[in-house]
């Protein structure tokens, strides 16, 4: 069987041994479903208790007049949080039906999210990366007007682990309307950040979520860091005020009011069962030591890579923040210090690896691992270069199932990969370092 360490999504449906027992869990969800006069078994309360757990984990006021749902995946849940900065500019905009209004997003966003710009008829504007990989604060007003509709942000990038700046763009948007006069709300896409960012060491500093009241919407997918199989995503808004009443429908014909904000009406109850068991069993610890896990994985494996002097990493989570010191040399006791990501490895040949040996290629390494029944993409981001040159790259996505016997295992592959491809003796590691 091949070990895919490809993409996000939970390969597996696992429940942890800690806390409930699994019969305990289910006998509490019987019960609940069996207040329901089958074959409705209205499941809407077990959303909503999800709901507001997310809710408190992302900081909603605790006035409880945030407003959540569930989708399909964070596609939808993306495509929802847009529709609903589109309608507000549009009803605060009456007199202007036909201006050509805009959403300001990074290079680093997800696909769907210049997808709700073409599907929503609502121009794209993408602002270039830092180098840091992340949405570039510092050019963000140059993408601004009379006629955004909002800002979109990531809190996770698919293509490195990166979070964006969230916090800061947050202020250079109030610093925008205290000049303009131009309300301009933050999304935060956190796919896959979500349910990382709150589990780590640095959450406290690092401020990303409703403790900003510029945002004003953020969605998650269940089915990454959430540890639930295909497929759910999470939006929610921060006050339901936001929300334009005109797209929350109501209907009757299910036995009582269903009150409903989403893209789709038919979709599988068992992601949203199985977030609620996952909640009641796991508990915060649970996922915190989940979490904190994936990224001493995903750390463990980039520092083995860039120590071999083959690799650079792209992602950043090994590293610690600009300005922050190593505490007696140990990584462990400074994990505040951490700079923040997903648990993913993204790397691509060392400057000096590559100047060495022109004709090697990742993908000669992702074939290697291949036949070794390891599942590693090798990919191409565009303009991300120092030079605006694209750069090549593979990722490692760590879950909750790679193990750290795994991030051996795969680290030593990766490393054989290289000296095996160049006929290299594995005594010969590390001569090409940078």
Known sequence: MTINNTAYQSSEATVSQNGLSIEQVEAMILKDMDMDIPPTRDLGRFQQRCISTIAHLWNAPSDENYYGTGATGSSEAVMLGGLVMKRRWQLKNTARPD????????????????????????EARIVPVSQQYTLDAEKIEDYLDENTIGVFLTLGSTYSGHFDPVAKVADILDTYQDKTGYDIPIHVDAAGGGFVAPFTPNNGKFVWDFRLPRVKSINASGHKYGLCPLAIGWVIWQDKSFIPSDLIHESCYLRGIQASFSLSFSKSSTPIVYQYLNFLQKGLNGYRETIQSCLENARVVSEGLESSGYFRCLSDIHRLQSGAKQQLGSRSLCKEEMIPGLPVVVFRLSDRFKREHPSFRLTDISDIMHQQRYSIPYYTIPGWGPEGEDIEVMRIVVREDFTSKTAKE??????????????FHTTDMGSSKS
């Open 410 to 423: 795969v680290l030593a592959g990766v490393c054989g990969a290289v000296t095996g491809a160049l006929g």
């Open 99 to 122: 201006a050509p209004i805009n959403v300001v997003m990074g290079s680093n966003s997800h696909v769907c999210i210049t997808r709700f710009a073409d599907f929503f008829d609502v």
